[in-house]
């Protein structure tokens, strides 16, 4: 029945060793290991872990690989970045763009995304990274499933006297998944308000999803993240909703904070934190106690909140690092939000795989099941744990059935010198697993 088999895997979550057949790009059979004879294609899973691909839930791929252009973000706050990405702006072309996200694109593969939603800043009359953008959803579809979000950067109400719902709507036309807003940074709190009634206004107009960058200040006062809840409870559009970054949560006081709680887990939204960009963006005006800029990520896993974690931004004028790795994003959530815990750090796993999969609402496609697309990767690690804590490369990558990502790990070996002078080798290889004295290997840690 099947095209291409994948031999002996364990599958992340089973008990086990499995044999898994696909067939027109979808997993066909999920058998016993070594329980079949096969013909045709083989791939040797030699015991490695297989497991969902990663899910990118917010990056800016209009703005990657612009750092330092026009000039760097000397500062490194949220407010310079947005002004240098102003100054970027008017020298995009569809070639430039297209360029550089197809460069992210292969970072990003390489290490296991296949799933991304991506904001695209819409206040911009020519609306050009967006038709970018547009282009190269269509282009990689069916190797990597890309969201976009029409996102206002400069305001809906505050962009050129209100000329932000205009290009807004317009992108929307144009084929963007995605509602976006900015309360935070519009001029007022009134027009920050509107901007959100009209982010839902346009999404219930259109049937689209909803993804506000919402309170990505220090500023304890900012609390549009209890108007976006309450629209969309009154709405109910819970499970269509996001809110996105919610840094100034961070700085709630606790009293607050409860009541809110209770109003998030009735308007039943998801959440995404950015934890590589914002513990870096936020705080810069502090001196000490200085904040670091992160949601509650831990509180509302806790409280049964879909919780995920994304980049944000790769190489811009926001943050001038980043390698696409969506394990270092929880790797950096696991220690900011003192999720080390053996539960509270798989967790963190799941806020790159299976949560955000929830929240960009692909779950019916998602997943190592009979069925679903054959999508997946094969990694050298024993659990969640080991996975977070050792941070391996996908040495496979699948998608729809296609391998299109191989990465050999490094080999490493180590010589000791012993007391009297004499040189031997350490073992075969340096493996940084515990063992319980089964034979090392040879795998570095990371790619």
Sequence with gaps: MS????????????EGHFDIGVQGGHIAEIVTAGTRTYSGQVIEGRGLLAMPPFVEPHIHLDSVLTAGQPRWNESGTLFEGIQRWSERKPYLTKEDVLARVDEALQWMMAQGTLHIRTHVDVTDPT??????????????RGVIDIQIVAFPQEGIYSYQNGRGLELLEEALRLGADVVGAIPHYEYTREYGVRSIDAC????????????????????????FVEVVA??????????????????????????????????????????????????????RFDSYPKRRGFTRVK?????????????????????????????????????????TGRQEAMACVDMVTDRSAKTLQIEDRYGIEVGKPASLLLVDADDKWD???????????????????????VKRRVYWTSRDGAVGEGGYGVDF????GSPVSASEPGA
């Design 3 to 14: 095209d291409v088999w994948i031999s002996d895997v364990r599958i992340m979550g089973r």
């Design 127 to 140: 609306l050009t990274a967006l038709q970018a953008l547009l282009e190269l959803r269509e282009k990689v």
């Design 200 to 223: 839902f206004d346009l999404a219930e107009k259109y049937d689209r999803l909803v993804d506000v960058h919402c309170d990505e200040i220090d500023d304890e006062q900012s609390r």
């Design 230 to 283: 309450t629209r969309a409870l009154e709405r109910g559009m819970g499970q269509r909703v996001t809110a996105s970054h919610t840094t100034a949560m961070g700085s709630y006081n606790d009293a607050y904070a409860y009541k809110l709680f209770g109003l998030l887990r009735k308007a039943d939204i998801h959440f995404i934190a950015n934890p590589l960009i914002n513990t870096t963006l936020q705080g």
């Design 299 to 339: 509180e509302l896993w806790q409280a049964g909140i879909n919780v995920c974690l994304g980049h944000d931004d790769i190489m811009d004028p926001w943050y001038s690092f980043g390698t696409g790795s969506m394990l270092q994003v929880a790797h950096m959530a696991m220690h900011v939000g003192q999720m």
């Design 387 to 409: 996975l977070l804590r050792r941070m391996p490369p996908a040495e496979i990558v699948m998608s729809h059935g296609m391998v299109v990502a191989q990465t050999e790990p």
């Design 433 to 436: 697993r515990v063992h319980t």
